[in-house]
């Protein structure tokens, strides 16, 4: 096959400190090339090099046999390089299709914008993709998930042949996942190459052909994926035999911890009940638009709920916003740490003492003293990987940011811990350890409830299991019940 990318000897130094040490990565014409590496592998870096973001301080990069040597994104682009990155940057105040065509507008005659045109050559490549989504829709009234389907279509409408896609299923259901990966299927059969960045790896081995796995800013090895198996691909990316992927160390109770009852807000969940006991953790799937998260922000106080009832230990309470919910121990990590988990201009401290500033700082005057032991003993308790908790909490790896979410909530001791997508964008041995976090809480007597697109992993870690479909309950299932196939035909 055609080489369409051929990179050499990769290096990029920051402040003296090597990002990328060895890249190397051949991608070839009609095929998916995975990425593949940990949180502070050398991807990120490795992409925005080849994208023109970063300036290389050593290599070469051949497009089709030429060298090239790219000073912007709009060079990769003219080049034929598309990026759907991981990190969303959409103009709320625009409509889907303004954000798909901005800055290459079709004009009118008369030099004005032919709205009509872009919003047709919009909407067609929508519903091409599958993607239930209008043109004229503002990017403020679109879900995450139906953001990162925008980013994906304003990719692809460049018509690129190389494009790289950065956890592009990492805001988006199995439903949205599997429309995608049929376009990558259509884009591999017109002899396009697409080079897949995930820490999902049974996406990795349903849709790539061939490997690279990148660890400590260094080239370890590639090859086709047929020949290698998923323990073999982990102890290259970790360095080291990761052992059994879910490891559950708790035993669910006889006493019920949370207890939701004829749970109710208009238009996003309807009549939903569930409990969960103490020790246990209870997972909630289905696909986008489900409900899911929307059942999270009625128990925290960020949805009005019209009817229903709470129940904490047996004991009702009343919930009107988050503060209720804290008073009471109830935690809540949300699906986007870098929007609603974190302050990315504040540091690592700040960030840890963040839910708990009432404590921290009495008559409105924080106590430095006790918000630097406080962050200690979350930065130690969570290994949490940061040359000093001073540090910009912005300059950490996506499942050290994780981390400092999870040391945020745990300094406030919480008795019920709600995890939207815990494990979104971090790497299989950071996944490792906020599962042994949840199952260490879990095994203290806490409650744990927690959403996931990702089917193994409501299977791997949950004790029972609630599906939700349309807004509705479509059933609670013990974990020994049921399987994918169940999950993914009730959900539907």
């Given at each position: 096959?055609?080489?369409?990318?051929?990179?050499?000897?990769?290096?990029?130094?920051?402040?003296?400190?090597?990002?990328?040490?060895?890249?190397?990565?051949?991608?070839?014409?009609?095929?998916?090339?995975?990425?593949?590496?940990?949180?502070?592998?050398?991807?990120?870096?490795?992409?925005?090099?080849?994208?023109?973001?970063?300036?290389?301080?050593?290599?070469?990069?051949?497009?089709?046999?030429?060298?090239?040597?790219?000073?912007?994104?709009?060079?990769?682009?003219?080049?034929?390089?598309?990026?759907?990155?991981?990190?969303?940057?959409?103009?709320?105040?625009?409509?889907?299709?303004?954000?798909?065509?901005?800055?290459?507008?079709?004009?009118?005659?008369?030099?004005?914008?032919?709205?009509?045109?872009?919003?047709?050559?919009?909407?067609?490549?929508?519903?091409?993709?599958?993607?239930?989504?209008?043109?004229?829709?503002?990017?403020?009234?679109?879900?995450?998930?139906?953001?990162?389907?925008?980013?994906?279509?304003?990719?692809?409408?460049?018509?690129?042949?190389?494009?790289?896609?950065?956890?592009?299923?990492?805001?988006?259901?199995?439903?949205?996942?599997?429309?995608?990966?049929?376009?990558?299927?259509?884009?591999?059969?017109?002899?396009?190459?697409?080079?897949?960045?995930?820490?999902r790896l049974s996406e990795i081995f349903q849709i790539a052909d061939s490997y690279t796995v990148f660890r400590?800013?260094?080239?370890?090895?590639?090859?086709?994926?047929?020949?290698?198996?998923?323990?073999?691909?982990?102890?290259?990316?970790?360095?080291?035999?990761?052992?059994?992927?879910?490891?559950?160390?708790?035993?669910?109770?006889?006493?019920?911890?949370?207890?939701?009852?004829?749970?109710?807000?208009?238009?996003?969940?309807?009549?939903?009940?569930?409990?969960?006991?103490?020790?246990?953790?209870?997972?909630?799937?289905?696909?986008?638009?489900?409900?899911?998260?929307?059942?999270?922000?009625?128990?925290?106080?960020?949805?009005?709920?019209?009817?229903?009832?709470?129940?904490?230990?047996?004991?009702?309470?009343?919930?009107?916003?988050?503060?209720?919910?804290?008073?009471?121990?109830?935690?809540?990590?949300?699906?986007?740490?870098?929007?609603?988990?974190?302050?990315?201009?504040?540091?690592?401290?700040?960030?840890?003492?963040?839910?708990?500033?009432?404590?921290?700082?009495?008559?409105?005057?924080?106590?430095?003293?006790?918000?630097?032991?406080?962050?200690?003993?979350?930065?130690?308790?969570?290994?949490?990987?940061?040359?000093?908790?001073?540090?910009?909490?912005?300059?950490?790896?996506?499942?050290?940011?994780?981390?400092?979410?999870?040391?945020?909530?745990?300094?406030?001791?919480?008795?019920?811990?709600?995890?939207?997508?815990?494990t979104r964008g971090v790497d299989v041995g950071a996944k490792r350890e906020i599962y042994r976090v949840m199952?260490?809480?879990?095994?203290?007597?806490?409650?744990?409830?927690?959403?996931?697109?990702?089917?193994?992993?409501?299977?791997?870690?949950?004790?029972?299991?609630?599906?939700?479909?349309?807004?509705?309950?479509?059933?609670?299932?013990?974990?020994?019940?049921?399987?994918?196939?169940?999950?993914?035909?009730?959900?539907?």
């Amino acid at each position: 096959m055609d080489e369409l990318l051929e990179v050499q000897g990769l290096k990029k130094f920051f402040g003296g400190v090597a990002a990328l040490r060895d890249g190397c990565f051949r991608l070839r014409a009609g095929s998916v090339h995975a990425l593949c590496g940990g949180n502070g592998a050398g991807k990120s870096t490795f992409l925005k090099i080849l994208m023109g973001i970063h300036k290389r301080d050593a290599g070469s990069i051949r497009r089709r046999g030429q060298e090239v040597d790219f000073s912007s994104p709009a060079d990769a682009l003219a080049s034929g390089i598309a990026i759907i990155e991981q990190e969303l940057s959409p103009i709320p105040h625009m409509t889907v299709a303004e954000n798909i065509y901005l800055g290459r507008e079709p004009s009118t005659r008369f030099g004005g914008i032919d709205f009509k045109t872009m919003n047709q050559n919009a909407q067609r490549l929508l519903d091409q993709l599958e993607f239930k989504i209008r043109a004229n829709q503002y990017m403020m009234h679109l879900s995450m998930a139906q953001m990162q389907l925008v980013e994906i279509a304003k990719a692809l409408s460049h018509d690129a042949e190389v494009i790289f896609m950065d956890e592009p299923t990492s805001a988006i259901g199995e439903k949205e996942a599997q429309q995608l990966f049929k376009t990558i299927e259509r884009l591999k059969a017109t002899g396009k190459g697409v080079v897949y960045v995930s820490h999902r790896l049974s996406e990795i081995f349903q849709i790539a052909d061939s490997y690279t796995v990148f660890r400590d800013g260094s080239y370890i090895g590639s090859g086709n994926l047929a020949d290698v198996d998923r323990p073999s691909l982990i102890k290259m990316i970790v360095g080291r035999e990761l052992g059994e992927e879910y490891v559950k160390t708790n035993v669910p109770t006889d006493i019920v911890g949370l207890e939701v009852t004829n749970l109710t807000a208009p238009g996003k969940v309807e009549d939903i009940s569930f409990e969960v006991k103490q020790g246990e953790i209870f997972g909630i799937y289905g696909l986008m638009g489900s409900g899911r998260t929307e059942i999270f922000n009625c128990i925290f106080g960020l949805d009005k709920i019209e009817k229903g009832e709470i129940k904490l230990h047996g004991e009702p309470i009343t919930i009107s916003k988050p503060a209720d919910a804290m008073k009471h121990g109830i935690a809540f990590v949300t699906e986007d740490r870098k929007v609603t988990g974190l302050n990315l201009s504040d540091s690592v401290r700040g960030n840890i003492a963040l839910a708990s500033l009432p404590e921290l700082s009495p008559n409105f005057v924080m106590r430095r003293r006790h918000e630097k032991v406080a962050s200690r003993e979350m930065t130690s308790r969570f290994a949490i990987k940061a040359a000093q908790d001073t540090m910009l909490v912005s300059g950490l790896s996506g499942g050290n940011q994780q981390k400092v979410v999870l040391g945020k909530w745990f300094l406030r001791n919480p008795k019920i811990l709600l995890l939207d997508e815990p494990t979104r964008g971090v790497d299989v041995g950071a996944k490792r350890e906020i599962y042994r976090v949840m199952c260490e809480f879990a095994a203290a007597g806490g409650t744990v409830v927690m959403i996931s697109s990702e089917i193994d992993e409501v299977l791997g870690m949950s004790d029972r299991i609630l599906v939700m479909r349309d807004g509705k309950s479509a059933g609670v299932h013990a974990r020994a019940d049921t399987d994918a196939q169940v999950l993914v035909h009730l959900s539907t």
